[in-house]
């Protein structure tokens, strides 16, 4: 099986807390790695990455994909109660799809 | 522009019917992927479209289910025989060209409850 492993499965922070997500996953036919953040049903894109050491960043939210070690992290700064969600770890292998059981993330004001 | 739509957004049903959920990809989108969702689990790959074919079908878990694209647009995805395991949220996304680097665009999700 080709896993992605996230953690923690689950975090709970004060609002401007700063959080990081940790995402590892199996070399097999590595093509990208995406985060998406799930609020109810559909998940939304974040970042894809597909090299190593450069980092993606969005606002507050920001990536970083290391293949030599095999994981990526999401960073969030500051965080704020809209930030509570899951985040889901996917990585593309050919266009096979695999996802991490994601990372519940609660933000208390 | 439109996102993905599914349909229904519910679907509650008897153990042993037969149902169909629908998904509209994005307009121009040739690729196009079924997922279902547990609780507590991530998305779990079912089948991915390219066109109006079945590029990879091995996530169907059983031969119960069965997914069609006759147009390459509009797809179904099709269960026989519901048993309770099948309650999920049904997740569809689709992507411009299906390559690793596309982004994919998910739905909003048919939750199916199987009594």
């Known amino acids: 099986e080709d896993k992605v492993v996230q953690s923690p499965l689950s975090l709970v922070v004060h609002e401007g807390d700063t959080v990081t997500l940790n995402c590892s996953y199996e070399?097999?036919?590595?093509?990208?790695l995406l985060w998406y953040k799930q609020e109810k049903k559909a998940p939304t894109f974040l970042f894809m990455l597909?090299?190593?050491?450069i980092e993606k960043k969005s606002g507050r939210l920001s990536s970083i994909l290391d293949k030599k070690e095999l994981f990526s992290i999401l960073n969030i700064t500051a965080t704020q109660t809209g930030d509570s969600a899951i985040y889901l770890c996917?990585?593309?292998?050919?266009?096979?799809?695999?996802f991490g059981k994601g990372t519940s993330l609660l933000v208390t004001p | 522009g439109a996102g993905v739509s599914q349909t229904p957004s519910n679907k509650v049903t008897e153990k042993g019917k037969y149902v169909e959920l629908r998904c509209d990809p994005i307009?121009?989108?040739?690729?196009l992927y079924w997922y279902r969702q547990s609780l507590g689990q991530g998305p779990e790959f079912l089948i991915y479209?390219?066109?109006?074919?079945?590029?990879?079908d091995s996530g169907l878990p059983n031969d119960r289910f069965f997914a069609v694209r006759p147009e390459g647009s509009v797809s179904t995805l099709k269960i026989q025989r519901t048993e309770r395991g099948d309650s999920a949220v049904y997740l569809c996304?689709?992507?411009?060209?299906?390559?690793?680097?596309?982004?994919?665009?998910f739905g909003p999700g048919t939750r199916l409850t199987v009594l």
């Open positions: 996304a689709s992507s411009r060209s299906g390559g690793a680097s596309d982004t994919q665009y």
């Open positions: 070399v097999t036919n590595f093509r990208s």
């Open positions: 597909t090299s190593s050491g």
């Open positions: 996917l990585k593309y292998s050919g266009y096979a799809l695999n």
């Open positions: 307009s121009g989108h040739t690729a």
């Open positions: 479209f390219q066109g109006t074919g079945a590029a990879d």
